[in-house]
Structures are given as structure tokens and as C-alpha cells.
């Protein structure tokens, strides 16, 4: 008995040593998550601030197109988002925009200034002049809406 009685001394020993050593490591690992979380939470916040404004600036108002010049200066209707103010006004992709609010689209009109005009807030109109094919030119106006940019 004595002999069973000095092996389950060492067990609980031992036992007693492994419990302690977990709870120190425990206790400090936790002092460590503590600091990283206060150092993470500036981290954190940053982050946050970045997605917002991502978010931001994914979100535009405007009329649901993009649009590009093609080699020979022509500004034209690209992809058209779907349930946009383009859409159910019939634009299609393909179109070429002559005017925008009555100011010619030139040469010298590049992308960035024609989507400048198109933008503004949203409940706002912009009259487009749209040519396509060998149809007639025809005037629209369209309401400008929040959308998500297509990318």
C-alpha cells in the first residue's frame, strides 16, 4: 500500500506541476491577447475606415452606364447596369452620345469630364442626345439614381 501511496504522491504531483505550468502559460497568453487586441483595435479601426470608404466610393449616382471613346472620338454606351435609369429608358449598349445637356461631345471631351456631366445627385436629370445606328438622333432625359459601380 505504501508503494501505491508514493506513486499516487508523484501523480498528483506531477499533475499538480502540468496544471500550474498551463495555468502561468494561460494567464500570460491571455495578458498577450489583451495587448493585442488593444494594438489590434487601432488596426481595426482603420480597417473599418478603409471598407466604409470603399464603400463609398462604389457607390455613385448617375445613370447606370459606362462609357468610352472609340478611336475616332465617339463617346459611346458601353454596359448598361440592369434596373438602371439607362435601362428603362432604352439606352443600349452601342449608343453614341452627341450631346449632354445641350453641350456638343467633342474630340476634346474626354471620359472622366463626360461622366462628370452624366453624375450629379440623385432625383436630378440629364438630357442626353443619343445616336444609334442610322436612326434619327433623339433627346432623353434621364433621372440620376444611386448605383453600385459594375466593379
Known sequence: ????MGRFCIVIAVLSIILSSLAMFFTFRFAGDMEDI???SAKTDSTLNIFRESIKSTIYSGIGVTIHKTFRGDLVVGYILPNSSAEEAGLKA??????IDGKNVGYDLSVEQAVELISGPAGTFVKLVIARDYEIPKEIALMRRNMVKPY
Open 1 to 4: 500500500m505504501s508503494e501505491r
Open 38 to 40: 488593444r494594438t489590434n
Open 94 to 99: 452601342g449608343d453614341t452620345i452627341i450631346k
